[in-house]
């Protein structure tokens, strides 16, 4: 997991610029809520490495960093609160609602599903 968390953390940006599809959480210190999901998303982290190819990544960015993660990675993140769970699939941006382990993991495991249908289909001669 990429996390930016402070300033000598900016540089770890440049690992997901070539990335297909990020699964970020944004969070900010001393958010309860943040606090309170924090297990569920470390969890889940641990469970979708298997998933993850070289071109997916998850980030976990603090709120002082949301600007440099726009700069860098994509202007049009809908942020209303903390914390927000996104998907950046390709040019498509899905906000996540559930924050717990089992419904993030679901997620992670479509974009692969659905990563396997385009390989499928791309590699078929008609």
């Given at each position: 997991?990429i996390?930016?968390?402070?300033?000598e953390d900016l540089?770890?940006?440049?690992?997901?610029?070539?990335?297909?599809?990020?699964?970020?959480r944004?969070?900010?210190d001393?958010?309860?809520?943040?606090?309170?999901?924090?297990?569920d998303?470390?969890?889940?982290?641990?469970?979708?490495r298997?998933l993850?190819?070289?071109n997916?990544?998850?980030?976990?960015i603090?709120s002082s960093f949301?600007?440099?993660?726009k700069?860098?990675?994509?202007?049009?993140?809908?942020?209303?609160?903390?914390?927000t769970?996104?998907?950046?699939?390709g040019?498509?941006?899905?906000?996540?609602?559930?924050?717990?382990?089992?419904?993030?993991?679901?997620l992670?495991?479509?974009?692969?599903?659905?990563?396997?249908?385009t390989?499928k289909?791309?590699?078929?001669?008609?």
């Open positions: 997991m996390r930016v968390h402070s300033q540089g770890n940006l440049q690992h997901l610029e070539n990335k297909k599809n990020i699964l970020v944004f969070v900010m001393g958010c309860p809520w943040c606090v309170k999901t924090q297990p998303w470390d969890n889940a982290c641990r469970q979708a298997p993850l190819t070289a997916d990544a998850i980030a976990e603090e949301v600007e440099n993660f700069h860098t990675i994509r202007k049009d993140i809908p942020l209303e609160g903390f914390p769970i996104i998907m950046i699939q040019s498509k941006v899905i906000h996540h609602e559930a924050r717990d382990t089992a419904s993030i993991v679901k992670l495991k479509r974009v692969k599903k659905s990563r396997k249908r390989k289909y791309k590699n078929k001669v008609y």
